[in-house]
């Protein structure tokens, strides 16, 4: 059973903090990870992506992944109230077309 | 360009109804997918279709069907609705040479 697993949550940050939020997966076969941003009763909008051990910057946002130790991060720098949501972690499996989420971090950014 | 729409919106149905889900895409996409969403449980994968005229079932595939249409689009249809089947659901599409997923705004239904 592959999974993808997050802290639900709630991350709770000042604004202006870096807000650090983890994902983990079990399968060591994977091959592309995504970072959904979903507001409230709203639909996930795709915020990063990431393919390659290392750091992906854009913006203030940054993608990390380590996958020797199966696990892909997301860092958002200078966080600000508009940043409050719940993060989903999307992971894809060898060439297949699927993709399987984590259940969503929820984060809180104080002003 | 509109990207993916979904209808309806809003919808309740009494346990033995049955209904449709629309969705289409204009990004030429050559995948489509539905997601039910229940609070805690994140998105869950129902069918997806890789390519026009195909259709697999996901992870949670049992009391519903899907039609792949055309290109444009792929529907999803509950026989005989049930309670459990109360949800928000998405539709997505993608592109194979870039992977992610691209969401429609949601439809909200309850069955009573």
């Known amino acids: 059973q592959k999974e993808v697993e997050q802290n639900s949550g709630p991350l709770s940050v000042p604004e202006g903090a870096i807000a650090s939020l983890n994902c983990t997966y079990s399968?060591?076969?994977?091959?592309?990870f995504f970072w959904y941003r979903q507001y409230s009763g709203k639909s996930p909008e795709l915020i990063m992506f990431?393919?390659?051990?290392g750091d992906k910057e854009d913006g203030r946002f940054t993608a990390q992944l380590n996958k020797a130790s199966q696990y892909v991060s997301l860092l958002i720098r200078d966080s600000q109230p508009s940043d409050s949501a719940t993060y989903l972690c999307a992971v894809n499996w060898d060439s297949s077309y699927k993709l399987i989420f984590g259940s969503g971090t929820r984060l809180l950014v104080r002003p | 360009n509109a990207g993916v729409t979904q209808t309806p919106k809003f919808q309740v149905l009494k346990t033995g109804q049955s209904m449709t889900l629309q969705c289409a895409q204009d990004m030429n996409h050559n995948s489509m997918y539905w997601y039910r969403q229940d609070p805690g449980m994140g998105l869950r994968l129902i069918y997806y279709s890789a390519s026009e005229g195909t259709t697999d079932k996901g992870e949670v595939p049992n009391g519903y069907n899907v039609s792949r249409l055309n290109k444009r689009e792929f529907s999803l249809r509950l026989e005989s609705a049930a309670p459990s089947q109360t949800s928000v659901y998405f539709c997505?599409?993608?592109?194979?040479?870039?992977?992610?997923?691209?969401f429609g705004p949601g439809t909200r239904l309850t069955v009573l």
């Open positions: 399968d060591r076969g994977s091959q592309s």
């Open positions: 997505a599409s993608s592109d194979l040479a870039e992977g992610w997923q691209f």
């Open positions: 990431i393919y390659s051990n």
